[in-house]
């Protein structure tokens, strides 16, 4: 690991006295036999956007599984709201408020729009501070995705690969997350969906939700993210603000392949 970059976030977060809403440290995991992933460390705060960059195999996905609980074994320190959620299971973790998109979608194809949203239904929260989070209604989803509000009664079975993404993104909302994890949001779907894509992220982030999203397409990336961290074969080699790594050639190059 002569190429990782040692991020210590909760000590940075200690002295500057800031909360994240998600911090991770030394995050490591397994497939089996084989380590995918290398002390990991990153943290997101409440309304920010962060990536995750890198190449085809370099941990991002596993990385988003390993914080929802979803790898078979994992290690290291979760802290979500100060609470180190590393032991819970992935249904206690969602129902603290960490949502997870897939890249796979995972929608129930025979139950319609607004059944496969009303699974997903969980009860209004509260920050700690005591002010509201946004609570998701579908008819308010039907708003930020226009496309679903044209065919509440549609089959999933029956929708596209973009408009299925749409719906995986709206039944997780319906949770009523403080944060949500997102796993190649602009992957495999058409131009139209990728910027209500764009859109309905800017609007979480000024409602306060915090995101954390695995993306190759750096333009997308670079319009919706505050700032990314880069891994390469599992850990973490680089991080920046968004427009700093954007404009960084040598990252480009190396990590990218852009």
């Known amino acids: 690991m002569n190429n990782a970059v040692t991020v210590t976030t909760t000590a940075k977060a200690k002295e500057s006295g800031t909360e994240f809403l998600l911090d991770v440290q030394q995050l490591n995991a397994w497939y089996g036999a084989a380590q995918i992933l290398f002390d990991v460390a990153l943290n997101v705060r409440r309304g920010e956007?962060?990536?995750?960059?890198?190449?085809?195999?370099?941990?991002?996905?596993?990385?988003?599984?390993?914080?929802?609980?979803?790898?078979?074994?994992?290690?290291?320190?979760?802290?979500?709201?100060?609470?180190?959620?590393?032991?819970?299971?992935?249904?206690q973790i969602a129902q603290r408020g960490l949502g997870f998109v897939p890249e796979d979608r995972r929608i129930f194809t025979e139950l319609t729009v607004l059944e496969n949203l009303e699974v997903g239904r969980q009860a209004p929260r509260q920050w700690p501070d005591g002010s509201p989070v946004q609570h998701w209604t579908p008819e308010r989803l039907f708003q930020l995705f226009p496309n679903l509000g044209e065919m509440p009664d549609r089959p999933g079975g029956a929708m596209s690969g973009g408009e299925q993404q749409m719906l995986s993104v709206a039944r997780t909302l319906m949770g009523q997350p403080y944060l949500v994890l997102l796993d190649e949001p602009s992957e495999g779907v058409s131009p139209i969906i990728v910027e209500q894509m764009a859109r309905a992220i800017q609007e979480l982030k000024q409602q306060g939700v915090g995101i954390l999203l695995s993306e190759q397409n750096l333009p997308f990336a670079q319009f919706v993210a505050d700032r990314?961290?880069?891994?390469?074969?599992?850990?973490?080699?680089?991080?920046?603000?968004?427009?700093?790594?954007?404009?960084?050639?040598?990252v480009r190059r190396q990590y990218l392949g852009v």
């Open 49 to 91: 956007v962060v990536a995750l960059m890198g190449r085809n195999g370099a941990g991002k996905s596993t990385t988003l599984k390993s914080i929802a609980a979803l790898v078979p074994r994992r290690e290291g320190v979760i802290r979500f709201h100060g609470e180190d959620i590393s032991q819970k299971a992935s249904h």
């Open 228 to 250: 990314a961290y880069v891994l390469e074969k599992g850990q973490n080699v680089n991080q920046a603000p968004m427009h700093e790594l954007a404009q960084d050639t040598q």
